[in-house]
């Protein structure tokens, strides 16, 4: 057999060396700490998530996650800062349904678009709704709700966490398929809305479960309905509102993981492994469980096919309100 030449003993060695290159690369990943981005205050439930997240997900990465709380225009302000940060892996975001699905179809002037500049990782949780009334109020059931409502002249308020929120397209739902009219008030903050139901300065509201049962067990607030399909444990006495002859109202919120579009897939690969494996360990799945979240912890694929079912689905919701939030 002729002997290689050295120019083909060159070329072998540089293909050796290339090959040796792109693992290690890929291995190197992450050599820094991480940003977790959410767009809610400290002490909210989302930012419970992402804490809990972010520690467990450190501990697996061997780098600190940091909680980066931008809270603001229903988490539009955070989801806008990752869409626009570098595709490196490191800046991540706390996406919900709310500054995900419903915003693009909501606000024709988002400066960001979440299904071209981010790319979901993993849905980790999920949070049901509650239909809540003021401790005070005379309602005492859906019906009781209902029947008052009709009965009504003008609207029924509905206290919300801002325009384009899951609640207050929920009370769009609700009044739609309950018949009677509903007008939403939107507060700029959770604890000015909160405030508002535990004062009666509106009829109810959609408070998430994880938000809504501390609230619920201390005396502050009643609870006449959960959108989920079945009774939460944290709330075994609330129907559900299939139980309360409304199955259609059954919208719940998400909490996905993003990266901005055109992150590196082994990156992506990486971080979905990790952040199932955190958030299905079973001390951060209890502390998510008792904060009233349902966990998760899907694969990107599975993440993908959620995101555009949610997408088409709220873009109908906001489409059938006639809402424009410019």
Do not use: C
């Amino acid at each position: 057999m002729p002997h290689p030449t050295r120019r083909e003993l060159l070329i072998a060695a540089g293909a050796v060396a290339l090959g040796a290159a792109v693992p290690a690369q890929a291995q190197s990943f992450p050599d820094r700490a991480l940003r977790l981005a959410v767009g809610f205050p400290p002490g909210s439930g989302p930012d419970v998530v992402a804490r809990l997240l972010a520690q467990r997900l450190g501990e697996l990465l061997k780098q600190q996650v940091v909680v980066d709380n931008k809270a603001g225009a229903g988490g539009q302000i955070a989801a806008q800062g990752v869409a626009k940060s570098p595709a490196d892996g490191y800046g991540l975001l706390l996406g919900e349904v709310g500054s995900i699905a419903i915003a693009p179809p909501a606000f024709s002037k988002l400066p960001y678009d979440p299904a071209k500049e981010l790319v979901g990782i993993s849905e980790v949780v999920r949070s049901d709704f509650l239909l809540v009334v003021p401790a005070n109020s005379p309602h005492q059931s859906v019906a009781d709700f209902v029947k008052a409502a009709r009965a009504k002249a003008d609207k029924t308020n509905f206290g919300t966490f801002g325009a384009g929120t899951p609640g207050h397209f929920g009370a769009e739902l609700f009044a739609e398929a309950a018949g009677f009219r509903t007008e939403p008030i939107h507060y700029r903050a959770t604890g000015d809305a909160v405030t508002a139901i535990v004062a009666g300065d509106v009829a109810g509201a959609f408070v998430s479960t994880a938000l809504g049962a501390a609230q619920i067990k201390g005396g502050k607030m009643r609870a006449l309905a959960t959108t989920a399909a079945s009774r939460s444990p944290l709330l075994p006495e609330v129907p559900t509102f299939a139980e309360a002859g409304y199955p259609r109202i059954d919208f719940a919120a998400w909490f996905a993981v993003f990266a901005p579009a055109g992150t590196p897939a082994a990156a992506l690969d990486l971080l979905n492994r990790q952040i199932v494996a955190a958030v299905q360990s079973p001390e951060t799945k209890a502390k998510l469980q008792e904060a009233g979240f349902s966990v998760l912890g899907t694969s990107r694929a599975d993440t993908e096919k959620m995101l555009k079912a949610e997408a088409a689905r709220w873009a109908a919701v906001v489409k059938a309100t006639g809402f424009n939030g410019d």
